[in-house]
């Protein structure tokens, strides 16, 4: 299948200008011609909008979205709307030099910047880009006064970009600001511009080269924008060292998407550092359909929901990854995101043809993380687990996850912080002391789940999806903030919205005051298992420190030797779970022994590392 980038039919390819013609036609009944903007239905992730109960909205980056697909599909029908759509946004910029959101825009129409809470510097990136592709390919139609505008609005956007001048670790806006900025250098003839854009490429290559990935890792959302930013900026640049830089980039982001999709499932595997959903949406669906040429098809061609930035943008897979979208195979992949050698942070994913396992090492639990997602295959649909912590429904960003993994097992802990955030990860920080009337874990299975079941077991409960068997076991339980503290800890299963909760409570009741500061004891520690691939012994030991700390590792090899190598020291071997568990009596807290089972001849080794978590609530690490 030939995709065609642009408008020129021929080689029996997809015309993406037909796609393009399409996409806009369906998007007139939203056109509010009064306002001159794209409406849309109000949706929040619950900061920096004040908007509660707002029921439609005119976004002004999605405006000048489609204002330059409006543009680009070439219909003379089209253009004034267009131009009405590019004068409106422009005017809803900061323009004044004395305020610190000088060349940014709020979200929407509807809520002035100096009403959020706060203002989003992204959106001089986000609505900066749109107008310097605009400007690029359509300047020559513009009215003289609206190019002027046009002009003078992408500046200011610059401006801002370089004055706020984030760094490569934030991986979406470093190359939207380059592209912002080093394409409005070379068509404005701004050298400032160019050579800022240049520099800020060449950091965020140089740096994700180092660790050989983005910051923002293996993220179906942020990597899908990469991908398309640095397309973009490959298509529109005239410099060679651009092209170069990004061709590379590009070639490693393929190279990893390629690498983490799954085919029996046809979901892009975790651990995910940011997400919105957990199964792919449309529009990742299509992107990916778009891209491959067909290689991994989710739509007939004509039905396929294509995105009016997707024109003229040169997005492609290298044809040397194209066998990842299609064939099914085992592999693991382990990457180092951040730190030096096996105690950095790292991220490990084990593929086989019926599902995949991916966790992180250490992760907050913020609602865009997957720290551990599995995905299955349920008779040819697709099924997921995950793993939340939720304070009152939402979920609680300052629980933190630490894990071991090795092929289909894993072992991973909980604790939690004092000074991170409740909803977000620092723009509502708690001080480690909540109100709350509801706070659990919960391992959440959802997708396709006819004849998916969970049973719950002695020590956890065990989900079969397909022909696949997980098995989840508590190791170790301690929350001291229970109003019942001879209630044991153990899980419950609910079925809601679709979805199996399996849930461990550890507080439900009135609406209360939980203080993790004066907390004498809250970690946990459990084991998730695939059956079929059970090859280690994953009995944990468990060690106090002298600081009071709970050192988690594997816990036996064959033989009976003890574990060795456990993150920061070697395991003492006297101290186990038994002791960990004298403890949490002595202070009259609830907790469940980590027992050492003789797996027998079946048991290979152990895990090796380990990791350590705070009996009592600590600040941040």
Known sequence: ?????????????????????????????????VICMLRSPFSSPGYHTTLKQAEFIHSTRDSLSYALGLLDTGLAGYEQRAFDVIRQVISLQDTNPAHDTCGIWSWFYEEPLDQMAPPDWNWADFCGSRLVQALARHGHRFPDDLREAAVLSIEYACEAIIRRNVGPDYTNIAIIGAFVTRIAGEKLGRRDYADYGLERLRRLHAHTLKYGAFQEYNSPVYT??????????QSETTDSRVKAWTGELLELTWRSVAGYYHPATAQWSGPHSRCYGVLLEDQSKAFLQLATGGAVMFFPWEELPYEEEWYMSGIHCPPTYLD?????????????????????KWAVTYMTPQWSMGSFTCSDMWNQRRPLLIYADNHGQ??????RCLHDGYDYCSARFQSLQEGGDVLFGIDFITDGGDTHPNLDRTSGVIAASDLRLRLEVGGGLEGVTSVLTEKGAVITIGETEFELTTRFAAFSGQTDAGKRLGWEVHQEDGRINIDMILYAGPRRSLDFTS????????????????????SPLLELTDEGRLRVSG???????????????????AKRADEANKVNKANEVNAVNAEEEDRGPGSVKSMRGGFVLNLRPAPGE
Do not use: C, W
């Open 382 to 387: 697709p099924a997921y687990i995950r793993l």
């Open 1 to 33: 299948m030939i995709v065609k980038d642009n408008g020129l039919p021929g080689g029996g390819g997809v015309d993406q200008r037909q796609l393009l013609i399409h996409k806009m036609s369906g998007l007139e009944s939203r056109y509010d011609p």
């Open 224 to 233: 899908y924008i990469a991908i398309l930013e640095l397309s973009k900026l």
């Open 324 to 344: 990842g979208f299609k064939v099914r195979d085992t592999k693991e992949i382990r990457q180092r995101l951040e730190g030096e050698g096996h105690d950095g």
């Open 519 to 538: 907390m004498q004891q809250a970690a946990l520690v459990f084991s998730l298992t695939v059956q079929e691939e059970r090859r280690i012994d994953l």
């Open 555 to 573: 816990g036996l090899e064959r033989g009976g030797s003890r574990a060795q190598g456990v993150a920061g020291g070697t395991a003492a071997g």
